[in-house]
C-alpha cells in the first residue's frame, strides 16, 4: 500500500518559514520523480517543485529563490524549505511520486500552509 504523508504545514506570518516534510511508504522511493503542488481556493492545483531520482530540481518562478526542495532516498522523505513566505502562498499543499518509468503517480492528503498576520 503506498503512503505518501505530508507534514509541516501550519499558521505562518508573512517572512517567515516552514518546512515541509513528505514521508513516502510502499514504492521505490528513489527511483520516483517527487514532487510539492499546492491548491488555493478556487483555483487550479499547481506545480511548486519538483526533483528527479538523480537530484535534478525545477521550481515555479513564483517560488523561485524562496523555495527550495530536496530529498533524502535513506529516510524515503521529500522536503520543501519555504522562506520568505507570502499570502499568496497561502494553499494546501500536496505530495506527489510519480515513477516516470511505469507511468504510476500517487498523491499525499495534503498539508495546509496558511500565511497571514
Known amino acids: 500500500q503506498v503512503q505518501l504523508v505530508e507534514s509541516g504545514g501550519g499558521l505562518v506570518q508573512p517572512g517567515g518559514s516552514l518546512r515541509l516534510s513528505c514521508a513516502a511508504s510502499g514504492i521505490t522511493f528513489s527511483a520516483n520523480r517527487m514532487g510539492w503542488y499546492r491548491q488555493a481556493p478556487g483555483k487550479e492545483r499547481e506545480l511548486v517543485a519538483s526533483?528527479?531520482?538523480?537530484?535534478?530540481?525545477n521550481s515555479a518562478d513564483s517560488v523561485k529563490g524562496r523555495f527550495t526542495i530536496s530529498r533524502d532516498n535513506t529516510k524515503n522523505t521529500v522536503y520543501l524549505q519555504m522562506n520568505s513566505l507570502k499570502p499568496e502562498d497561502t494553499a494546501v499543499y500536496y505530495c506527489?511520486?510519480?515513477?516516470?518509468?511505469?507511468?504510476?503517480?500517487?498523491w499525499g492528503q495534503g498539508t495546509q500552509v496558511t500565511v497571514s498576520s
Open positions: 526533483i528527479t531520482s538523480l537530484g535534478f530540481t
Open positions: 506527489n511520486a510519480y515513477r516516470v518509468d511505469f507511468r504510476k503517480e500517487y
